[in-house]
């Protein structure tokens, strides 16, 4: 089974951006709490098979909300790279790329359109896969999407400053 994504989640819980509750663990290290997270998630995307005709949909809207969500990933570090050849320019780069700003422009420009235009081919579904309702499939990717986006803003509008500092805290409550 791999960890590496339970135990990143488990780094930044200890870091102070998730709650308190994300920081546990066994006496092996194995982040439990975020491992039944995880089963959590995994069942609740699972009874997706329920209200799809067939198991190939499924794993396609699976798949393909996935991929979405690179994309924007992909859109945003793009932009990000621009952005920093203006705010950091003399920040040494093991790697920069060629033209100067001119570039920069061109090449992280044709990411942004190639990932703007492979985002919106992804909401409409593919012929080979017969959706019966595409409306479902639709709603399925804005809901998927929104929600993936918009947890971590969810986690840092709840989030306390007892977080950022476990040690200080769990000190203070044994006085």
């Known amino acids: ?3 590496r994504p339970s135990r990143g989640l488990l780094e930044a819980a200890r870091n102070g951006e998730l709650p308190p509750i994300c920081r546990k663990h066994n006496r092996h290290g194995v982040p439990t709490f975020m491992l039944f997270l995880q089963a959590i998630i995994v069942t609740v995307l699972s009874t997706l098979f329920l209200f799809t005709p067939s198991i190939n949909n499924a794993y396609f809207l699976i798949l393909i909300i996935t991929a979405q969500l690179y994309l924007i990933t992909y859109t945003l570090m ?3 790279a621009i952005r920093l050849r203006y705010t950091q320019p003399d920040t040494p780069r093991t790697y920069k790329v060629p033209g100067g700003k001119f570039g920069m422009w061109f090449w992280a420009g044709i990411g942004i359109f190639a990932c703007l235009l492979s985002f919106f081919v992804g909401f409409f579904p593919p012929e080979q896969l017969p959706m019966s309702r595409p409306i479902f499939y639709v709603l399925f990717l804005v ?5 993936a986006c918009l947890m971590p803003s969810i986690i840092l509008l709840f989030q306390k400053e007892k977080w950022k500092h476990p040690l200080a805290h769990e000190k203070n409550k044994d006085l």
Do not use: T
């Not at 809901?143 to 929600?147: H, Q, Y």
């Open 143 to 147: 809901v998927g999407i929104v929600l």
């Open 78 to 80: 793009f932009s990000a």
């Open 1 to 3: 089974m791999d960890l």
